[in-house]
C-alpha cells in the first residue's frame, strides 16, 4: 500500500505534464521571434518604393502623402504609449499574438485600397500593429535568448530593424521594376507571413509571468528604470538622430532620385533605404569589440561625415557621393543604435523590459516622424533641395553634439578608473 504513494504522484505530475499544451523549445523560438522583429520592420519599409507606384495611379498631392506617412507614426505612437508596458503585465504572447493578427489585417487593408483613403486606413492599422508589437517583441526576443548570451538578445533587437528595413526597401524596389503587379507581390507575400507568424507564436514559450496591473498599464506613460535613466539621457542625441536620418531617407530620398538626380527607378529609390539601413545592421558586427560608449562616438562620427557627404552630393549632383554619404552614415546609423540598446537592455529587470524599450521607441519614433512630416510641409514653401539640405544640416549638428557629449562620457570614465583601483 505504502508503495502507492509515490506511483499516484507519478501519475499525477505524469496528467499535469499531458495537460499542458505543448510549446516550441527555447533555442527554436529565440530565431522565430527574431524573424518576426525583421517582418515587422520589412512591412514598414515596404509602402515606401511603393508610394510613387500609388501616387501615379491616384493621382494624390505630394502633401496628403505626408499625411499617410504622418497617421503610420502617429497611430503607432498613441498604440505604444498605450500598450507599451501592457506585455509585461499579460505576458508577451498574447500582446505579439494580437499585433500579428492586426497586421496581417492591414496587409489585406493594402491589397483593397482604391485610393489615398483606403492607403490611410492600411497605413492607421499598421501604425497600431507595430506600435502593440515593438516593446512586446523586442523584449521576448532578448529574454528567449540562451542564458548565457542576452548580449546576443540585445544585438538581435537592435539589428533586426535595420535589416528589416533594408530588405524591405530594397526587395520591394525590385517588385516595382520587375514585377507586372507589385503591390499584389508585396502586401499578398507579407499577408501571409504575418499570418503564418501568428500561428507559431501561439506555441511559443510565454517568458515573463503575468502579474497585475495589466487595466492601469494603459494610461498612457513613458517610464524608463531608475538604474538605465542616466545613461538613457545620454543617448537621446542618439537616438534621435539616427531616427530622424531614417526619417530622412525613408520620406524624402525617393523624391531627391527623381527631382535633383534625375532618376525614376524602383530599385534606387529601393537601395537608397537599403543601403542606409544595410550598412547599418552590418556595422555592430564591426564595432562591436569596442567598450561603450565607443561605439556611440564612432557611430556619431560617422553620422556627421556621412551627412557632410550627403550635401555635397547635393550640392554637385553627385549620385556616387550620394551613396557614398549614405553608406558611411550607414554605419554610424546601426553601430550608435545597436551599442545604446545593448547598453541598457541589461539595466532593465525582466519586468521592466517591455517598459523600457517601449520608451526607447517612442522616442526613435518621434524622431523618425516628426522631422519627416515637417519636412513634407516645408517642401512646397521652400523647395525640395532647400529642405533636405536644411533637413541634413541639423542633424549634421546634433550628430556633432552627440559625438561630443558621448566624448566626455568617455573622459569622465577614464578619469574615475584610476581612481576606483
Given at each position: 500500500m505504502p508503495s502507492s504513494c509515490p506511483e499516484l504522484a507519478s501519475a499525477t505530475a505524469d496528467l499535469a505534464a499531458r495537460s499542458r499544451p505543448w510549446r516550441l523549445p527555447q533555442r527554436a523560438a529565440f530565431p522565430l521571434l527574431a524573424a518576426v522583429l525583421f517582418a515587422f520592420f520589412f512591412a514598414a519599409a515596404a509602402p515606401s518604393p511603393l508610394f510613387?507606384?500609388?501616387?501615379?495611379?491616384?493621382?494624390?498631392?505630394?502633401?496628403?502623402?505626408?499625411?499617410?506617412?504622418?497617421?503610420?507614426?502617429?497611430?503607432?505612437?498613441?498604440?505604444?504609449?498605450?500598450?507599451?508596458?501592457?506585455?509585461?503585465?499579460?505576458?508577451?504572447?498574447?500582446?505579439?499574438?494580437?499585433?500579428?493578427?492586426?497586421?496581417?489585417?492591414?496587409?489585406?487593408?493594402?491589397?483593397?485600397?482604391?485610393?489615398?483613403?483606403?492607403?490611410?486606413?492600411a497605413r492607421v492599422v499598421q501604425g497600431i500593429a507595430t506600435g502593440v508589437a515593438s516593446g512586446a517583441l523586442?523584449?521576448?526576443v532578448v529574454e528567449a535568448a540562451p542564458a548565457s548570451r542576452k548580449r546576443l538578445g540585445a544585438l538581435i533587437t537592435s539589428v533586426s530593424p535595420l535589416a528589416g528595413l533594408a530588405a524591405g526597401a530594397l526587395l520591394t524596389g525590385m517588385a516595382v521594376k520587375f514585377s507586372l503587379q507589385p503591390v499584389m507581390l508585396v502586401f499578398g507575400v507579407l499577408a501571409a507571413v504575418f499570418a503564418l507568424g501568428a500561428a507559431v507564436v501561439l506555441?511559443?514559450?510565454?517568458?515573463v509571468?503575468?502579474?497585475?496591473?495589466?487595466?492601469?498599464?494603459?494610461?498612457?506613460?513613458?517610464?524608463?528604470?531608475?538604474?538605465?535613466?542616466?545613461?538613457?539621457?545620454?543617448?537621446?542625441?542618439?537616438?534621435?538622430?539616427?531616427?530622424?536620418?531614417?526619417?530622412?531617407?525613408?520620406?524624402?530620398?525617393?523624391s531627391l532620385m527623381l527631382h535633383v538626380f534625375g532618376i525614376d527607378n524602383g530599385v534606387v529609390n529601393g537601395l537608397t533605404v537599403a543601403v542606409l539601413s544595410g550598412?547599418?545592421?552590418?556595422?555592430?558586427?564591426?564595432?562591436?569589440?569596442?567598450?561603450?560608449?565607443r561605439p556611440a562616438i564612432v557611430g556619431m562620427a560617422s553620422i556627421?561625415?556621412?551627412?557632410?557627404?550627403?550635401?555635397?552630393?547635393?550640392?554637385?549632383?553627385?549620385?556616387?557621393?550620394?551613396?557614398v554619404g549614405t553608406a558611411v552614415a550607414g554605419i554610424g546609423f546601426g553601430g550608435a543604435f545597436s551599442a545604446l540598446v545593448q547598453t541598457l537592455a541589461p539595466m532593465a529587470q525582466s519586468h521592466e523590459r517591455g517598459e523600457l524599450f517601449a520608451a526607447i521607441f517612442v522616442v526613435s519614433y518621434l524622431a523618425f516622424s516628426l522631422p519627416a512630416m515637417l519636412a513634407g510641409f516645408l517642401v512646397a514653401p521652400l523647395g525640395l533641395l532647400n529642405t533636405a539640405e536644411g533637413y541634413a544640416?541639423?542633424?549634421l549638428l546634433i550628430a556633432a553634439f552627440g559625438t561630443w557629449s558621448q566624448w566626455m562620457v568617455l573622459r569622465r570614465r577614464q578619469r574615475e578608473l584610476p581612481m576606483s583601483e
Open positions: 510613387v507606384v500609388f501616387q501615379h495611379a491616384w493621382h494624390f498631392s505630394s502633401s496628403l502623402l505626408t499625411v499617410a506617412f504622418a497617421v503610420y507614426a502617429i497611430a503607432l505612437l498613441v498604440s505604444l504609449l498605450v500598450a507599451g508596458s501592457l506585455s509585461d503585465h499579460i505576458g508577451r504572447r498574447p500582446v505579439v499574438l494580437a499585433a500579428l493578427v492586426l497586421q496581417a489585417v492591414a496587409m489585406g487593408l493594402f491589397l483593397l485600397a482604391d485610393g489615398i483613403g483606403g492607403l490611410i486606413v523586442s523584449a521576448a506555441w511559443m514559450p510565454e517568458t509571468t503575468p502579474r497585475a496591473g495589466a487595466l492601469a498599464s494603459l494610461v498612457p506613460r513613458v517610464s524608463i528604470p531608475a538604474k538605465a535613466r542616466a545613461e538613457f539621457a545620454r543617448g537621446l542625441p542618439v537616438f534621435i538622430v539616427v531616427w530622424a536620418l531614417g526619417g530622412l531617407y525613408l520620406s524624402l530620398a525617393p550598412m547599418g545592421a552590418i556595422a555592430p558586427t564591426l564595432l562591436g569589440r569596442l567598450a561603450a560608449p556627421a561625415l556621412g551627412l557632410v557627404l550627403l550635401l555635397a552630393s547635393l550640392a554637385t549632383r553627385s549620385l556616387a557621393l550620394f551613396f544640416a541639423v542633424l
